[in-house]
């Protein structure tokens, strides 16, 4: 009976716990998937999570370079603001020195202008003086006719008075223009001073007087090394030559022939560069001159831009011949400083005038000069 029991127990427990074996491992399944599932989630969270991280640690990266940039450029500013301002109180300075300057000269020149004026009163004096021994002689004649011998002492008594006032008058008036003539120069020297802010005037003075000798020396090569043309000449402290010489009509590009006129001068200018001391600034004008012809095309719409053009021609040709850029000017006239016009040309006679055609043709010119800055 016992033994039955048993078997029967035995028999009915089993399939439970199958059953229940069965159901474990079911939910262990689900568990496991569903680990697995959120494993899957995770790493894709986690993934994101990383690619956004990466992004913004670019983001950081590009802000802390253009944070460094900025920082570079601020310093950069710095650096020139504080290099502008050391410049602004050196220019200041040197501003100061040339307002004191320029007052002592105003003051000396306010001396001169007085002492001109001075001069001019003891001339008007001397001609009152002398107006007023002419009617005394006129005087004299008339009352005393008949006594010749008398009158004629006294007539060289006023000769020799008249004489003397005016040697005197003649000197004074020598003195009064070179007053005036130092004045112009005073002029001159004040406004260099303001340009060049405390240059000495007499150092000015001696390179001024060095520079006219070189000058001299300048044109004396070039006469002897272009020889004697009608159409390249010296005129006063300038070397003319004419445009047909080194361009040809209505145009700013240079010729064979007036290459090679420019190769001689060019040698010449440098022979008498190398002998002028570096403390005096100098630099050769080139002076472009047309007619009063108007020329009116797309390139040069007038005079101005040719003679500039050519000018500026000339000077980038000595350049590429060795002379330093420093000392070269070019400078376009046009028209308008003509040696010869046409007005005046009509005004003279047939026989002493220039025909108009040759006039214009002088006024189209390239004109060089040793200056001074």
Not at 140 to 155: F, G, P, R, T, V
Not at 222 to 241: E, N, P, S, T, W
């Amino acid at each position: 009976m016992f033994a039955t029991r048993r078997r029967i127990y035995n028999f009915d427990i089993w399939p439970g716990f199958v059953d229940a074996l069965a159901a474990v491992l079911m939910v262990i399944i689900f568990v496991l998937m569903t680990f697995v599932v959120a494993q899957l989630f995770l790493t894709d969270a986690l993934n994101d999570r990383d690619q956004s991280l990466a992004n913004l640690n670019k983001e950081i990266e590009a802000l802390s370079i253009n944070l460094k940039s900025e920082r570079t450029s601020k310093e950069e500013a710095q650096k020139t603001l504080n290099l502008l301002e050391a410049q602004i109180s050196t220019l200041t300075q040197q501003l100061s020195v040339s307002t004191q300057d320029l007052a002592a000269e105003k003051i000396a020149k306010t001396q001169e202008a007085e002492k001109a004026v001075s001069l001019t009163q003891q001339i008007t004096e001397l001609q009152e003086a002398i107006a007023h021994l002419n009617s005394a002689l006129k005087s004299e004649e008339a009352k005393y006719k008949e006594q010749e011998l008398e009158l004629a002492n006294l007539h060289r008594r006023l000769e020799d008075t008249l004489a003397k006032k005016l040697a005197e008058l003649e000197a004074l008036r020598h003195e009064l223009e070179n007053i005036q003539g130092e004045n112009v120069l005073l002029k001159v020297q004040v406004d260099d001073l303001s340009q060049k802010k405390g240059v000495d005037p007499d150092s000015f003075a001696s390179a001024k007087a060095q520079l006219g000798q070189f000058r001299s020396d300048f044109l004396t090569k070039l006469v002897k090394v272009l020889g004697d043309r009608q159409d390249i000449r010296v005129v006063g402290d300038r070397f003319v030559f004419q445009s047909e010489v080194l361009f040809d009509r209505g145009s700013a590009e240079l010729g064979k022939e007036g290459l090679e006129q420019l190769d001689k001068l060019a040698i010449a200018l440098k022979e008498i560069a190398a002998k002028i001391p570096a403390s005096i600034h100098w630099v050769l004008r080139v002076d472009g001159h047309t007619d009063t012809v108007p020329i009116k095309r797309a390139q040069f719409p007038s005079n101005w831009e040719l003679s500039s053009a050519r000018a500026i021609s000339v000077v980038r040709y000595l350049i590429s011949q060795g002379i330093d850029p420093k000392n070269l000017v070019a400078a376009g006239f046009g028209e308008f400083q003509p040696l010869e016009s046409r007005k005046n040309t009509k005004e003279k006679g047939a026989e002493d005038s220039m025909d108009a055609e040759k006039a214009m043709a002088r006024n189209r010119r390239i004109e060089f000069r040793l200056d001074q800055l």
